[in-house]
């Protein structure tokens, strides 16, 4: 048996566990809700924490701005 083969035998079980493993974590993700809300993230990086303030006291928010 020449060399190459001998590392295939390693090699391709090693890539099928791998694999395996990341189908499994994938499949997790997907089951606890990883990917139920695609929107918020990207609008809640924008939010500045002061929405509360302005709800609470409109007049104090027209204060602050410029």
Same mark, same amino acid.
């Given at each position: 048996?020449?060399? $190459?083969?001998? +590392?295939?035998? #390693? &090699?391709? =079980? +090693? @890539?099928? +566990? &791998?694999?395996? $493993?990341?189908? +499994? !974590?994938?499949?997790? %993700? &997907?089951? %606890?809700? /990883? #990917?139920?809300?695609?929107?918020?993230? *990207?609008?809640?990086?924008?939010?500045?924490?002061?929405? /509360?303030?302005?709800? !609470? %006291? =409109?007049? @104090? @928010? *027209?204060? *602050? @701005? =410029?």
């Amino acid at each position: 048996m020449n060399r $190459t083969m001998e +590392v295939l035998i #390693y &090699l391709i =079980p +090693v @890539a099928l +566990v &791998l694999g395996g $493993t990341g189908l +499994v !974590a994938f499949m997790w %993700s &997907l089951r %606890s809700g /990883q #990917y139920d809300d695609m929107e918020g993230p *990207k609008w809640r990086i924008l939010d500045d924490g002061d929405l /509360q303030e302005n709800i !609470a %006291s =409109p007049e @104090a @928010a *027209k204060r *602050k @701005a =410029p």
